[in-house]
């Protein structure tokens, strides 16, 4: 059978040969699948950058898919999503310049999202209106639906099973 090269690009295999390997290598979906692979590792600023280039695809806005995908060469963009990643852009390039300085950033915890969270919360509720709490989850009368068990697996009366006569101790 001969030695076989499996590209983790397309996540296929194939006899391994010059010709074979030198035509999947220079094919379109080997080329896609690679383009896809090293696009997952790109900054914000570059992919900002050249969706800023791009002009909005007509069919992603209209129907909300495209035939083409990641492949497309127009945007997929709304302006909501390129503000949101300027915005995001913009926070590393703060946090570039703050390491450059030298100041100390401590890593955010989850303790202090939460304590921050609650104290937003806090201010929120005491500077509004007092906001009544949802109701905690109850089912609705009849639910669960009660099923009727076979005798074997219902619980025992109050008093026991009743034992018949022939097996009592005598």
């Known amino acids: 059978m001969g030695k076989r090269y499996f590209c983790d690009y397309c996540d296929r295999s194939f006899q391994d040969n010059l010709h074979n390997r030198k ?7 080997h080329l896609r699948a690679k383009r896809v692979w090293y696009d997952l590792f790109r900054d914000a600023a570059a992919i900002l950058q050249e969706e800023q280039t791009k002009k909005p695809c007509r069919k992603f806005l209209q129907t909300g898919q495209c035939d083409f995908g990641s492949n497309c060469r127009f945007s997929h963009m709304t302006e909501q999503d390129l503000e949101k990643l300027s915005a995001q852009v913009q926070g590393e390039k703060r946090l570039k ?46 639910w669960p639906p009660v099923q009727e068990l076979p005798p074997s697996l219902q619980a025992p009366p109050p008093g026991g099973w009743p034992v018949p006569p022939n097996l009592q101790w005598g």
């Not at 035509?23 to 979906?29: D, R, T, W």
């Not at 007092?130 to 905690?136: G, N, V």
């Open 23 to 29: 035509k999947h290598l220079n094919g379109v979906q």
């Open 97 to 142: 310049e703050l390491q450059r300085e030298g100041a100390d950033i401590p890593p955010g915890t989850i303790e202090d999202w939460l304590d921050k969270r609650a104290q937003r919360l806090n201010t929120a509720q005491s500077s509004s209106v007092l906001l009544e709490k949802p109701a905690p989850f109850q089912y609705p009368l009849g």
